[in-house]
């Protein structure tokens, strides 16, 4: 199979195609002349599979690109062989280039979210003036399909709280007796849900800045941006660059765009967006609400936007403990979010409350792991940059605190600086935790920290079950009755786990073996 070079002096001619921007403007339906369009796909994890599996049911000629050659990986290129793609090109190789299709220059690209503007066969297409979509974008071009409902999307992005609120969304969405599903960057797909046979009343969809950067135009009913904070600053360059990605959700919103009162920066994004008209501006805080906001009075989640007199009343939409045992003020705020987005399509009070009521957290967030002692063994593994770590150890006073990992290129001197009066000690795991290391140096001299007792155990530091159970074992030897142990990372977990989720089970287990020492239990 012939392929594009990286830098193509003449990449592309008349001869090879026509101007994919006239084309591709067409395809604003599943029922649109997909048919024989040249799509290179980059990527082959769950993203990237749906969007080679959709455009192969939908007839267009697909040739799928990814650097990894395993035999998990052959089987999937098998599979979709089976349904219809051309061809499955895996390993390095093959990604410094942008192959042709058919024997012709590619006419789009999707690629997966995770793959940087910067990389070779990016560039490559970018390059030779070829479009570049990500699944979400593709999404929005197939929702509408003849015989099926079209969804109302609910969108959210953020640091922070993504899946915690889109799952809300969902359960609320379910309690007012829609047929709903939460999809995107967490569990099912987006391009999987769109497929559904029978369709959707409303969809959730979480949206990670990676995926934002690759959509251009999507018209939600209603949008939320939670928080923003530095993260992932290595892939999009800066932190202006990763913002400017994250507004793009608020673009041609119908309804309401959903911002957090507590970060001007969420304001100025709608300030800036260019909304459908009549689209409304509503915020959220875990403060007293003012009109045109949702918050909190008295222990009540309440609404004082989505009601005709918003001036002199509110509407109560639950109860604090109605979020659990465990209601720290970010997921108040997760709530409120929901909330808004829900209320915007329709959604009635009693609906928000029951949702609530029904929502079963995640497991690795601020997930209550055992009590014992008069110790709380809290596991927030989904703590993957400081900005959630700050959010977990605010909702605490006394804390031992396990942390460490991948940093991502991120500072930890202002959440140490800003925490330093509730930690009663710092556990380090992590490959290389020097970057908190000098942060706690910096900002809490007299906090003891226990990486060095850690690797003294005789722990090989790139094995992350036997670092953790290190850890807690630590942690369990400083911990005082009222003290919180609390994994909140602060960091990504890919250097000692195969993921946040892995990690947070190392920690579960390791709290259970040591309650079973102490004959309690977990």
């Given at each position: 199979?012939?392929?594009?070079?990286?830098?193509?002096?003449?990449?592309?001619?008349?001869?090879?195609?026509?101007?994919?921007?006239?084309?591709?403007?067409?395809?604003?339906?599943?029922?649109?002349?997909?048919?024989?369009?040249?799509?290179?796909?980059?990527?082959?994890?769950?993203?990237?599979?749906?969007?080679?599996?959709?455009?192969?049911?939908?007839?267009?000629?697909?040739?799928?690109?990814?650097?990894?050659?395993?035999?998990?990986?052959?089987?999937?290129?098998?599979?979709?062989?089976?349904?219809?793609?051309?061809?499955?090109?895996?390993?390095?190789?093959?990604?410094?280039?942008?192959?042709?299709?058919?024997?012709?220059?590619?006419?789009?690209?999707?690629?997966?979210?995770?793959?940087?503007?910067?990389?070779?066969?990016?560039?490559?297409?970018?390059?030779?003036?070829?479009?570049?979509?990500?699944?979400?974008?593709?999404?929005?071009?197939?929702?509408?399909?003849?015989?099926?409902?079209?969804?109302?999307?609910?969108?959210?992005?953020?640091?922070?709280?993504?899946?915690?609120?889109?799952?809300?969304?969902?359960?609320?969405?379910?309690?007012?007796?829609?047929?709903?599903?939460?999809?995107?960057?967490?569990?099912?797909?987006?391009?999987?849900?769109?497929?559904?046979?029978?369709?959707?009343?409303?969809?959730?969809?979480?949206?990670?800045?990676?995926?934002?950067?690759?959509?251009?135009?999507?018209?939600?009913?209603?949008?939320?941006?939670?928080?923003?904070?530095?993260?992932?600053?290595?892939?999009?360059?800066?932190?202006?660059?990763?913002?400017?990605?994250?507004?793009?959700?608020?673009?041609?919103?119908?309804?309401?765009?959903?911002?957090?009162?507590?970060?001007?920066?969420?304001?100025?994004?709608?300030?800036?967006?260019?909304?459908?008209?009549?689209?409304?501006?509503?915020?959220?805080?875990?403060?007293?609400?003012?009109?045109?906001?949702?918050?909190?009075?008295?222990?009540?989640?309440?609404?004082?936007?989505?009601?005709?007199?918003?001036?002199?009343?509110?509407?109560?939409?639950?109860?604090?403990?109605?979020?659990?045992?465990?209601?720290?003020?970010?997921?108040?705020?997760?709530?409120?979010?929901?909330?808004?987005?829900?209320?915007?399509?329709?959604?009635?009070?009693?609906?928000?409350?029951?949702?609530?009521?029904?929502?079963?957290?995640?497991?690795?967030?601020?997930?209550?792991?055992?009590?014992?002692?008069?110790?709380?063994?809290?596991?927030?593994?989904?703590?993957?940059?400081?900005?959630?770590?700050?959010?977990?150890?605010?909702?605490?006073?006394?804390?031992?605190?396990?942390?460490?990992?991948?940093?991502?290129?991120?500072?930890?001197?202002?959440?140490?600086?800003?925490?330093?009066?509730?930690?009663?000690?710092?556990?380090?795991?992590?490959?290389?935790?020097?970057?908190?290391?000098?942060?706690?140096?910096?900002?809490?001299?007299?906090?003891?920290?226990?990486?060095?007792?850690?690797?003294?155990?005789?722990?090989?530091?790139?094995?992350?079950?036997?670092?953790?159970?290190?850890a807690v074992r630590e942690a369990n030897a400083v911990a005082r009755p009222g003290d919180v142990v609390l994994m909140a990372p602060a960091a990504a977990s890919m250097?000692?786990?195969?993921?946040?989720?892995?990690?947070?089970?190392?920690?579960?287990?390791?709290?259970?073996?040591?309650?079973?020492?102490?004959?309690?239990?977990?």
């Amino acid at each position: 199979m012939g392929a594009v070079p990286v830098n193509p002096v003449n990449p592309v001619t008349e001869e090879s195609r026509t101007d994919p921007f006239d084309r591709l403007a067409t395809l604003t339906s599943w029922d649109a002349e997909w048919a024989g369009l040249r799509v290179v796909v980059t990527g082959l994890g769950l993203s990237g599979f749906a969007a080679a599996d959709t455009l192969a049911e939908l007839g267009a000629h697909v040739v799928v690109v990814d650097g990894q050659d395993s035999p998990e990986h052959r089987a999937k290129a098998d599979t979709l062989k089976i349904v219809g793609v051309q061809d499955v090109l895996l390993g390095d190789r093959y990604t410094a280039v942008l192959p042709d299709v058919g024997g012709l220059a590619p006419e789009l690209v999707v690629t997966s979210p995770g793959w940087r503007p910067d990389q070779p066969l990016l560039a490559a297409a970018a390059a030779a003036g070829i479009p570049i979509w990500g699944d979400v974008e593709l999404a929005w071009r197939v929702r509408e399909r003849a015989g099926r409902k079209t969804a109302d999307w609910l969108v959210v992005t953020g640091t922070n709280g993504k899946t915690t609120t889109v799952g809300m969304v969902e359960s609320m969405l379910l309690a007012a007796g829609q047929r709903a599903i939460a999809c995107g960057n967490v569990g099912t797909p987006i391009l999987d849900a769109i497929r559904d046979p029978e369709g959707w009343d409303t969809i959730a969809v979480e949206l990670s800045s990676f995926q934002l950067h690759w959509t251009h135009h999507i018209e939600p009913a209603a949008s939320a941006v939670l928080n923003l904070a530095e993260d992932h600053v290595d892939w999009h360059g800066s932190f202006e660059a990763y913002c400017a990605d994250k507004a793009k959700i608020y673009e041609h919103t119908r309804l309401a765009c959903l911002f957090n009162e507590e970060q001007p920066l969420t304001m100025r994004m709608v300030e800036e967006a260019d909304v459908q008209e009549g689209c409304r501006a509503i915020s959220f805080t875990t403060d007293t609400p003012g009109r045109s906001m949702l918050g909190v009075v008295d222990g009540l989640l309440v609404d004082r936007a989505f009601l005709e007199d918003r001036a002199h009343q509110a509407l109560e939409l639950g109860q604090l403990q109605d979020l659990g045992p465990i209601a720290p003020q970010h997921q108040v705020a997760n709530a409120l979010a929901a909330a808004g987005l829900v209320r915007a399509v329709g959604v009635s009070p009693e609906a928000v409350r029951d949702g609530l009521r029904a929502y079963q957290p995640g497991d690795h967030r601020i997930q209550l792991v055992a009590q014992a002692d008069d110790v709380l063994w809290i596991n927030d593994s989904k703590a993957t940059n400081p900005h959630a770590a700050d959010a977990s150890l605010a909702a605490f006073t006394d804390v031992v605190w396990i942390a460490g990992g991948l940093p991502k290129g991120v500072s930890y001197d202002e959440l140490v600086a800003r925490h330093v009066g509730r930690l009663r000690a710092v556990v380090l795991i992590g490959a290389d935790p020097a970057e908190l290391a000098g942060a706690l140096r910096r900002h809490a001299p007299d906090i003891p920290v226990l990486s060095t007792a850690v690797r003294d155990t005789g722990t090989d530091p790139s094995d992350g079950h036997q670092a953790m159970a290190a850890a807690v074992r630590e942690a369990n030897a400083v911990a005082r009755p009222g003290d919180v142990v609390l994994m909140a990372p602060a960091a990504a977990s890919m250097d000692q786990f195969e993921s946040y989720a892995d990690r947070g089970n190392a920690f579960i287990d390791a709290v259970a073996r040591l309650m079973e020492a102490k004959g309690l239990g977990s």
